[in-house]
């Protein structure tokens, strides 16, 4: 399914947890953290302010850190995503 966010809002695939720690630790899955990372899958056209559209600083394909109880989570196709506005993405990881 295609899905186009409106205006401002991007859609956001979250990223997996790591489930060891870098010492060889196991994590159970009900210790885990709610990740905050994710990758952008679909992007709205910008905002408009006074008349001009104002584009967005983020693009498909970016991998991103946004904030704890931002966004609204669906079921995509069986998948997991959440639509965000993009002031609620906190920066770009590289």
Same mark, same amino acid.
């Given at each position: 399914? =295609? ?9 956001? =695939? ?26 952008? #899958? ?24 946004? =904030? ?10 069986? #998948?997991?995503? *959440? *639509?965000? =506005?993009?002031?609620? #993405?906190?920066?770009? #990881?590289?």
């Amino acid at each position: 399914m =295609k899905i186009k966010p409106l205006a401002d809002r991007v859609v956001v =695939k979250p990223l997996e947890e790591e489930s060891k720690t870098k010492s060889g630790i196991i994590i159970p899955d009900t210790a885990k953290e709610k990740s905050h990372r994710g990758e952008i #899958i679909a992007t709205g056209p910008g905002k408009y302010d006074d008349g001009k559209l104002i584009a967005l600083n983020v693009k498909i394909g970016d991998k991103i850190l946004y =904030k704890e109880y931002s966004g609204d989570e669906f079921k995509l196709d069986g #998948i997991t995503v *959440i *639509i965000l =506005k993009e002031e609620d #993405i906190i920066a770009i #990881i590289e």
